[in-house]
């Protein structure tokens, strides 16, 4: 697979030029449209980039499973840290020039930049991944009901506790993520009233730093932990792999977010506390959008994912989660009742 590097920024500019350079070998092709063929997918990295053990890794493991399948060439390139909007914008034209079908923007970063530059390039279809206030005739809006795996962490929480008191760390204050919070936050009191959840965000819009910096997640996890919480649920990219190693540290649970945290290399030393992980299907959402370009028919519009077609779940990989029987009942049993629409899971706290 061929990739382009993270580039440090010196000015939009220069970093647009050296991205230029990099994709397409310093081309410089009109905007006009595609010249896109087929055979080629991108990928453009949220905060955090390829190594998160989380949201990146599994659109990462989408793209990789579509070049294995359908023979593609795929690229893959990294955010630079600061950057603003025109730096992505560049990154997408870039990937377009290049003849890349789809490039796909991995988060909601990406609607202002999609949106300036999908029109000029109607014959490829773009990816926004966690985002639908950017649409178009060529932009397929990939989401997920995240509140609704939140909600069986929450459920999870309130069944494993022994102290009464868990935690939710969220990266970054934004309404996605806030989504994540609220879904918890009604699992755990509709499962146990009593238990009490002690909430943190990491930074505030326009720092999106809570999302990349390890010891901020770590700090965090542990002041909850001082707090009295044996349960901490991190919906935070990379930063989240920081209150993972706290709670394992202190031998409480973790509960991991995006991918199948239990299951990462990266976090092998802590495997043993993360107790389940809130997954999102990133990684077929991904794979489908490809799939649709390469059978000709391309998605389009919005494209969610929730527990009936598991896109959103929670993760059976540690065998102590599984066999903790009236955990996964409770979990079960939830989950039926949420697909069924017994119980309306809030996407706002």
Do not use: H
């Amino acid at each position: 697979m061929r990739r382009i590097t993270r580039i440090a920024t010196a000015g939009i500019a220069s970093a647009a030029l050296a991205l230029s350079v990099t994709a397409c070998g310093g081309g410089d092709s009109s905007d006009a449209g595609s010249d896109s063929n087929g055979g080629k997918a991108a990928i453009a990295y949220d905060i955090g980039g390829r190594g998160d053990q989380s949201f990146n890794d599994a659109a990462y493991a989408g793209l990789a499973k579509a070049e294995k399948d359908f023979g593609i060439e795929g690229t893959e390139a990294e955010p630079s840290e600061g950057e603003g909007d025109p730096d992505k914008v560049q990154r997408l034209t870039s990937l377009a020039r290049a003849g890349n079908n789809p490039v796909i923007g991995v988060g909601f970063a990406y609607a202002p930049a999609i949106a300036e530059v999908a029109p000029k390039f109607p014959d490829t279809t773009f990816g926004l991944i966690d985002d639908t206030s950017k649409t178009g005739k060529n932009i397929a809006n990939l989401v997920f009901n995240e509140e609704q795996g939140s909600y069986l962490a929450g459920v999870a929480a309130a069944k494993v506790t022994k102290s009464n008191t868990v935690g939710f760390i969220g990266g970054v204050e934004t309404p996605l993520i806030k989504k994540f919070e609220a879904g918890f936050v009604q699992g755990v009191k509709d499962t146990n009233k009593d238990v009490d959840v002690k909430v943190q965000y990491l930074t505030q819009p326009p720092d999106f730093g809570g999302f990349s910096k390890p010891d901020l997640g770590k700090a965090a996890a542990q002041g909850q932990i001082d707090a009295g919480a044996d349960v901490i649920y991190a919906a935070a990219g990379l930063a989240g792999s920081g209150s993972i190693e706290a709670a394992a540290k202190a031998d409480k649970w973790a509960i991991g977010v995006d991918s199948d945290q239990y299951n990462q290399s990266g976090l092998a030393a802590y495997k043993e506390r993360i107790l389940t992980s809130v997954t999102k299907n990133v990684s077929g959402a991904v794979y489908n959008l490809v799939k649709s370009v390469e059978d000709g028919k391309p998605q389009s519009g919005e494209i969610r994912y929730g527990l009936e077609d598991d896109g959103v779940g929670l993760a059976m990989s540690n065998p102590a989660f599984t066999e903790m029987k009236d955990v996964i009942t409770a979990v079960d049993q939830a989950k039926a009742d949420i697909i069924a629409g017994k119980i309306k899971v809030k996407t706002a706290p």
